[in-house]
């Protein structure tokens, strides 16, 4: 069965598409080869599929990699499980419920078309947890933009990405590749971890993910105010800390770039072994 043809598609659904699931299919075989070029997938290769849909891209897969596909909508998986072999396992749950340890130790790939309305938090996850060896992804195209952008304003994204890899836009994908058509363009983004910070401890990374989340909390607060939350230092405290660093601690979280939040979280770090607390 052709996986990409919207006949196809409409078939495996046996209803609408849901909105609040980002369903977007791929409907171009073009796209599929792109994202898997990009990936480098070589035989033998793991990879972790967020979101197989109906199994176009999944199925290209699984001619080289070993799969896992971990797919939320209920009324996908058996046509889904019908496509499991030794190649591809297929789970159904929500990615950002779900432990993989049990599938996934290290080195592992990540090449999925991403539900937009969870992309954030599903490349935090990945990040954070037990980071692939490369991730290529569809995202929204401002989203990939304002990523891979360098010297303008940094958001939480692009500040935890650039904190594990090194982000770049393969290409621009035009939504009339999708199938319903989403609102806006896509991009094929790609995330090849660096070495940079591969020495400072798991402890750090730990920290380090809830300094920068605590620092966007509210993003037009200043710096002072979102850091509040994180632990019990007081205002005060928390501004001279800044002030020591060379950071304007009335400045918002965008206006930091990578080597302040790593400056701030090696403080953290430091005053939390000093003062044996537990942030
Ligand atoms: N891979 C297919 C393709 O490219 O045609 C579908 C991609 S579609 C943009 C996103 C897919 O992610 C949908 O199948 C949707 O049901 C699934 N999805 C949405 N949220 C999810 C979540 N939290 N965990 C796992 N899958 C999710």
Do not use: C
């Not at 996908?76 to 049990?102: P, Q």
């Amino acid at each position: 069965m052709k996986l990409t043809s919207i006949d196809n598609i409409k078939k495996v659904l046996k209803n609408k598409p849901l909105k609040k699931l980002g369903q977007n299919f791929l409907i171009n075989e073009e796209v599929i080869e792109k994202l898997i070029s990009a990936a480098e997938i070589n035989d033998g290769d793991k990879v972790l599929e967020i979101g197989p849909g109906v199994g176009a891209l999944t199925e290209k897969l699984t001619e080289k990699a070993t799969v896992i596909a971990v797919e939320k909508d209920s009324r996908l998986i058996d046509h889904l499980k019908e496509m499991e072999s030794k190649s591809l396992t297929v789970l159904r749950a929500d990615f950002l419920n779900v432990s993989l340890e049990k599938y996934l130790q290290s080195n592992y790939k990540v090449v999925s078309n991403l539900p937009f309305n969870v992309a954030t938090p599903i490349i935090r996850k990945l990040l954070k947890e037990n980071p692939p060896s490369l991730i290529v992804v569809i995202v929204q195209k401002e989203v990939a933009q304002r990523i891979e952008s360098k010297g303008e304003k940094e958001n939480f994204l692009s500040t935890i990405i650039k904190f594990r890899g090194e982000p770049e836009i393969v290409s621009t994908i035009p939504k009339n590749n999708f199938w319903p058509s989403p609102e806006v363009d896509a991009s094929i983004l790609k995330i090849t971890p660096h070495s940079k910070y591969s020495k400072k401890e798991e402890e750090f990374s730990n920290l380090f993910f809830k300094v920068v989340e605590a620092g966007f909390l509210h993003p037009r607060k200043q710096i002072k105010n979102n850091l509040t939350g994180l632990n019990n230092f007081s205002k005060e405290n928390i501004e001279n800390i800044l002030i020591n660093l060379n950071i304007d601690p009335k400045k918002r979280g965008e206006d930091l770039n990578l080597d302040d939040w790593i400056r701030v979280t090696d403080k953290y770090l430091t005053l939390n072994k000093k003062e044996n607390k537990i942030i």
